[in-house]
């Protein structure tokens, strides 16, 4: 193995799914109400934490960036066999999680100075993050050097884009991303919103009228997108996401693939779904949903 891969986890690829690409996840921690924080995928399941929130309308969670503490136990035992380590992490406008880690890695240099670490701003967020070290891991496996694959991953950031929605403004306007009076008015009249993230930051897509014409508008985002951007599909990693609702999802991502073949496409390369995690489930509540594309490495 050339080099090693860690990522904090709001790259939502679960522990199972790190542990099976060897990646090392170091997590987030989330609470809810007065309990204490849980570290996301060790001390409780995506899952499971969806359920509490559901169950629990009215209580909004929190959550706390890894410490220069956690990055450290993740990078003793890669930097003590001599491996060089490659760490992703969420975008650095959105955590200071980018910053411990890099605070860590200066900190392990002067343990093992000899040591090579590249700490990463993937200048992304959920699936495109997660999608960006699925990509390291096939650099990695392909026997690039620490140094290669850095140069090819930092050009693919800009390329991503996703598209989703929420069924529960309340979150939203917890989180400072939509005010009272618009939340309030959006639920009285069943809106919900058509969010993006594209070039690092949320966007708006508009609105929509009930939950079900919210995930056609999401396809249809999705697909306007790819057509008037003339996007090579066969150059594009595609992946889907969703929050509690697995029935939902797997209707929705069929809805997609669907589309793409009506108008011409061939079946891009599509990742195994992710359940996005708590990081950002914070801000949409259980209910995320979306689709979301990055462009391949080429080597």
Same mark, same amino acid.
């Given at each position: 193995m050339r080099f090693q891969i860690a990522s904090d986890s709001s790259c939502d690829l679960g522990r199972e799914r790190c542990r099976s690409l060897g990646v090392e996840m170091v997590s987030y921690y989330a609470a809810l109400g007065n309990e204490t924080y849980y570290r996301e995928e060790r001390d409780i399941s995506t899952r499971e934490f969806y359920q509490r929130m559901a169950a @629990? &309308? $009215?209580v909004f969670p929190k959550?706390? @960036? &890894?410490? @220069? #503490? +956690?990055? !450290? #136990? /993740? %990078? %003793? &035992?890669i930097a003590q066999q001599g491996i060089p380590i490659l760490c992703i992490c969420l975008n650095g406008l959105f955590s200071g999680s980018y910053q411990n880690a890099r605070n860590s890695a200066e900190e392990l240099r002067e343990r093992y100075p000899q040591v090579q670490i590249y700490v990463m701003d993937s200048r992304l967020a959920t699936v495109l993050q997660g999608l960006l070290v699925e990509e390291a891991v096939r650099l990695r496996d392909l026997d690039l050097t620490l140094e290669q694959a850095v140069a090819i991953l930092e050009q693919l950031p800009q390329t991503g884009r996703i598209f989703f929605t929420?069924? +529960? !403004? +309340?979150?939203?306007?917890? $989180? $400072?991303?939509? $005010?009272? /009076? /618009? /939340?309030t008015t959006g639920a009285l009249l069943r809106v919900k919103p058509l969010i993006g993230y594209e070039h690092g930051e949320l966007v708006t897509d508009g609105i929509a009228q009930g939950r079900k014409k919210s995930l056609v508008r999401v396809r249809e985002l999705f697909f306007r997108y790819v057509e008037r951007e003339k996007l090579n599909l066969n150059e594009y990693i595609l992946a889907t996401g969703f929050g509690l609702n697995q029935e939902e999802h797997r209707e929705f991502a069929q809805q997609v693939y669907e589309g793409l073949l009506e108008r011409g496409y061939d079946r891009p390369e599509v990742k195994k779904p992710y359940q996005i995690g708590m990081t950002i489930g914070v801000h949409t509540g259980p209910t995320p949903i979306g689709v979301g594309l990055l462009r391949k490495a080429t080597v």
């Open positions: @629990m &309308p $009215g959550t706390s @960036m &890894p410490t @220069m #503490e +956690d990055y !450290l #136990e /993740a %990078f %003793f &035992p929420t069924d +529960d !403004l +309340d979150y939203l306007r917890h $989180g $400072g991303r939509i $005010g009272k /009076a /618009a /939340a």
